[in-house]
């Protein structure tokens, strides 16, 4: 089947700042090596879907550079990892309003491939999914739409849009993010739901057929911007919109809990999202970069990558990314320090290691329950622990959400520093 694969690039994404403070949400680090948009762009490729378009409007320079870097087919392929950023024409003089409405400004560029389906995906979720499965059932069912679904809780469903399926499988109302006392009436009878997940929740992944969505986006529903929102549930009542159930792992990663349990999660012994059993490849930008260098350290579930400097520290439940520098005596656990873009010695070459401290950890550090965005600079004695306990914090290049603590990109955090 000749499938086009359309991935959102997200909005300001509010929920995850300040990880999104210099960032689109698809080009925030996972994992260690990773960016949340190599999610989507492997899925399709294990599933020889090679014709993909990410749509980008916020914050979207760091996102442009990896997928440029990163995702080039060879010459005698008709494959393609291209960006459509939001572009003012004389038919459309806004940025993008919503989901909806940029694919809609997209939609000449998606349907010059002359597709027979078009496959939408987000690029900020954590998933491995066989779209062989999902397009065979949309083939099977006769679907002029199809909804890749998920059983959820009573306690999840209210972040989500929530499906009513029958048991022939067809999609009979829909309520975006309802309020718990709306969730009364939204069960389905469809096979996967149980008493512990009463409720299916849509997981943001559409098939359409591409007449259906060209309808649907210019002529019938021109003025509705979100699909979640308005147009699935507009289009349940003049179109055949399937549910196709997805019993595997799935995370939306929508706020900083989120994306920091997802991630501890990786380096746990038996993790949701395992990258080390039943292998298919997680495609990212290619580096020549050595081992990690590790000296009378002490690790426990975690992960290490590549050309990462540690000596003498003790680490546990951490994600430790690329070029990582930490110093002896320092203590990291049930955290995420996300590396840097630079070799140290090169960065202090280069004139631009002005200040004190260097890139990295200091010595005698402290740090739990913490996100290290790229770059940082820790000095020595630095304790960051959230010892007051706290939910919500904004401070001078420090934050806590979700009783997390993160600090942003490129902040330095001086030698002493308490939180």
């Not at 698809?26 to 090596?33: E, S, T």
């Not at 400097?309 to 955290?335: F, H, L, P, T, W």
């Amino acid at each position: 089947m000749d499938i086009v694969s359309v991935i959102l690039g997200g909005g300001r994404g509010t929920r995850l700042f300040p990880l999104t403070l210099h960032r689109s949400k698809p080009a925030v680090p996972i994992g260690g090596k990773y960016r949340l948009i190599d999610i989507p762009v492997s899925n399709c490729v294990n599933n020889g879907i090679k014709k993909i378009l990410v749509l980008t409007q916020y914050n979207s320079e760091s996102l442009n550079r990896h997928v440029g870097q990163t995702y080039r087919f060879d010459r005698f392929s008709d494959g393609f990892v291209s960006i459509l950023a939001a572009e003012q024409t004389p038919e459309n003089t806004d940025w993008f309003q919503g989901t909806a409405d940029a694919v809609r400004q997209g939609l000449v560029h998606i349907l010059s491939q002359n597709p027979e389906m078009v496959l939408i995906l987000s690029g900020d979720q954590l998933y491995r999914m066989d779209f062989t499965d999902f397009v065979e059932d949309f083939i099977a069912s006769k679907a002029d739409i199809s909804i890749a679904t998920k059983p959820v809780t009573t306690e999840e469903a209210p972040s989500l849009g929530i499906m009513q399926v029958g048991t022939d499988g067809l999609i009979k109302g829909f309520v975006e993010k309802p309020s718990l006392e709306k969730l009364s009436g939204l069960t389905s009878d469809q096979k996967g739901v149980s008493e512990e997940k009463p409720y299916l929740g849509s997981m943001g992944i559409y098939l359409f057929k591409p007449d259906v969505l060209r309808r649907i986006l210019m002529e019938e529903d021109r003025d509705k911007t979100d699909f979640g929102k308005e147009i699935i549930p507009d289009a349940i009542e003049r179109y055949k919109v399937t549910s196709y159930l997805f019993d595997g792992y799935w995370s939306d990663i929508g706020t900083i809990s989120s994306f920091f349990k997802a991630n501890i999660d990786m380096a746990m012994p038996k993790p949701e999202f395992d990258l080390y059993s039943n292998f298919t490849p997680l495609y990212t930008r290619a580096r020549a970069l050595p081992g990690a260098r590790i000296k009378n350290t002490k690790l426990n579930n975690s992960i290490v990558c590549g050309a990462s400097d540690i000596s003498g520290a003790d680490i546990e439940n951490s994600i430790i990314g690329i070029r990582s520098y930490i110093g002896n005596g320092s203590v990291i656990k049930n955290s995420i320090n996300m590396g840097t873009d630079f070799w140290r010695e090169q960065y202090k070459k280069s004139g631009a290691e002005v200040t004190s401290p260097s890139l990295g950890i200091g010595r005698n550090c402290i740090i739990e329950n913490t996100i290290l965005d790229k770059n940082v600079r820790i000095g020595n004695d630095v304790k960051l622990v959230n010892k007051k306990g706290l939910d919500y914090f904004d401070g001078d290049g420090l934050y806590i959400r979700d009783g997390i603590i993160v600090v942003p990109k490129g902040v330095t955090i001086a030698d002493g520093t308490e939180l």
